[in-house]
């Protein structure tokens, strides 16, 4: 039987490498490609009997003391080579390995046998939200969620790593030392009223417009009270719904003077009798401007947050302030808001989480933590040719940019979002082009 030279060749270092030159088996050719490969790196790996692994110096696991080289996984051919009796061999020169693992599957095995750290891994969270138990005599007790003093210890750490917006332009820090308390307090106000749905940057570059901007001694309730609601309203221009602001700060201005001695309130229900001021900025207030914290001030953070650690399941701020207050501890409840507000600033960001730098979701402290993000994009292109001016044409194309993104989160479930773009172009062209 006719045999081809690599047959023969490849015949001949099995033999010269073999312990035991008797013995021979019958070759085919893909044991006879990846010996070739094998020999080539210089391996001295015998084919048939097993042979002693190092740790240090093996590089495959050591659940098994022997491998036979047609089972060795990156050796096997990864195509059928072309038959014909003059193919060249191929030869390997080096062999790299890249081992990629599922966030949801555990790590893989080191050099050395033992399991690195599963960095990728995060096993599924269960949502331990605050419970009430019925105690013995028949009352209702709230029993704060599962792990949260760690949660909120590990979120206390991370904020000292970053410095957000908040702790440098919040609303508590914006008022001019210079002044009196009195009207520090008001500035304080003010700076709150300004701060919804405005960003910390955006509020304190308003604030600081304003002392500038108003006749000495700067921004207190006597200049308010005289500016003009135009000026006014173009002072504060930058922040969200200024129109709305600019007669809610006017209104309050009158009512201060008329109802309040010329000072802010020094009670919640007082605060929230004032125009354009709800729940979150009274209770703030009455802590930062006098000191006493008589309730938690929710803000989006706090809220969107404290649902995502499954603390809770609420509808809105207000919810969340209630559900907070019968279990948290009170000597807590004025730093939360300053705590959460820079952490969403930072890392749990409403948009584009940043989950991989986060320390709840490597404990497994966090069920909203996003272990898996796919992304797709899809075109579709309508294309028309209409009759221009004179004797030329014009093509029209609608391209409709379609983008969905799939988010896996530690707890098993899916947050789905799309977003549809439309771009339409024009393209003119003379007669007889088209």
Not at 24 to 45: D, E, I, K, M, Y
Not at 76 to 86: E, T
Not at 124 to 130: F, I, L, N, S, Y
Request: charged share 25%; net charge positive; hydrophobic share 35%.
């Amino acid at each position: 039987m006719r045999t081809s030279r690599i047959a023969r060749e490849t015949s001949k270092i099995s033999h010269a490498i073999s312990p035991d030159k008797a013995t021979s088996r019958r070759q085919t050719r893909s044991f006879a490609n990846s010996l070739s490969a094998f020999a080539a790196v210089g391996s001295p790996v015998t084919a048939t009997n097993s042979m002693p692994h190092d740790d240090d110096s093996s590089s495959l696991s050591s659940a098994s003391s022997s491998i036979d080289i047609e089972d060795h996984p990156y050796l096997s051919p990864s195509r059928k080579r072309k038959r014909g009796i003059d193919t060249p061999a191929t030869v390997v020169s080096s062999v790299s390995i890249s081992t990629r693992s599922s966030p949801r599957k555990g790590g893989v095995k080191a050099e050395d046998g033992n399991t690195e750290a599963k960095i990728n891994k995060v096993r599924k969270v269960k949502r331990q939200p605050a419970t009430e138990i019925v105690n013995d005599v028949g009352g209702v007790e709230i029993h704060p969620p599962a792990h949260w003093e760690e949660v909120y210890e590990a979120v206390q750490e991370m904020r000292k790593r970053v410095l957000a917006p908040v702790d440098t332009m919040g609303c508590e820090s914006l008022a001019d030392a210079g002044l009196s308390e009195r009207d520090q307090r008001f500035q304080t106000l003010i700076a709150l009223m300004l701060s919804s749905q405005t960003k910390d940057t955006t509020t304190a570059a308003t604030i600081h417009a304003l002392q500038r901007a108003l006749p000495s001694p700067g921004l207190t309730l006597a200049t308010i009270r005289a500016v003009d609601p135009a000026t006014l309203n173009t002072l504060i221009h930058a922040v969200g719904f200024h129109n709305n602001k600019t007669r809610y700060i006017k209104a309050t201005a009158e009512l201060l003077h008329a109802r309040f001695g010329d000072d802010i309130p020094d009670t919640v229900a007082g605060l929230l009798s004032l125009p354009g001021v709800g729940p979150k900025m009274a209770y703030l207030c009455l802590s930062a401007a006098w000191g006493r914290t008589e309730g938690i001030g929710v803000d989006v953070h706090v809220h969107r947050i404290t649902n995502l650690w499954g603390w809770h399941k609420t509808r809105g701020p207000e919810e969340t302030r209630l559900a907070l207050q019968a279990w948290l501890p009170r000597e807590r409840w004025h730093e939360i808001n300053h705590l959460l507000v820079g952490f969403g600033q930072t890392i749990c960001a409403p948009v584009g989480r940043r989950c991989g730098e986060c320390v709840l979701a490597e404990r497994g402290l966090c069920p909203s933590a996003v272990v898996e993000r796919k992304k797709g994009v899809k075109r579709r292109v309508k294309a028309e040719v209409g009759k221009g001016e004179g004797s030329g044409y014009v093509k029209r194309e609608d391209e409709v940019v379609v983008v969905k993104e799939e988010e896996v989160l530690a707890d098993g479930g899916v947050v789905k979002r799309e977003e549809e773009v439309m771009v339409k172009t024009e393209t003119e062209a003379p007669g007889g082009e088209m």
